[in-house]
Nanobody, 115 residues
Framework: QVQLVESGGGLVQPGGSLRLSCAAS????????MGWYRQAPGKQRELVAI???????NYAPSVKGRFTISRDNGKNTVNLQMNSLKPEDTAVYYC?????????WGQGTQVTVSS
């Protein structure tokens, strides 16, 4: 199994920035993908950004150009730098890990963008 521990999040004004971090521990071998999903009240969980252990990222169109995902394979961490935040970015953000053997979710961290 793989355990995920998230940090970051909080309240920020529109146009501000936040950084989310996620540390993975456990059986992390072979090709895998780590990333972030989010779920706003009354909406389905949606992909924000993912990155595989070869360093190739993918972003949701709504965040491309504003968010940057990065990972450190040596530390098994993934980060999400969120800039130019908008009220519609408000959601619970979940870290996600997927490999051939396991799929894991973090506990979620709240991001609120409001003046």
């Amino acid at each position: 199994q793989v355990q995920l521990v998230e940090s970051g999040g909080g309240l920020v004004q529109p146009g501000g920035s936040l950084r989310l971090s996620c540390a993975a521990s456990g059986s992390i071998v072979g090709f895998n993908v780590m990333g972030w999903y989010r779920q706003a009240p009354g909406k389905q969980r949606e992909l924000v950004a993912i990155i595989n252990n070869n360093g190739s990222p993918n972003y949701a169109p709504s965040v491309k150009g504003r968010f940057t995902i990065s990972r450190d394979n040596g530390k098994n961490t993934v980060n999400l730098q969120m800039n130019s935040l908008k009220p519609e970015d408000t959601a619970v953000y979940y870290c996600h890990f997927a490999s051939k053997a396991f799929t894991s979710w973090g506990q979620g961290t709240q991001v609120t963008v409001s003046s």
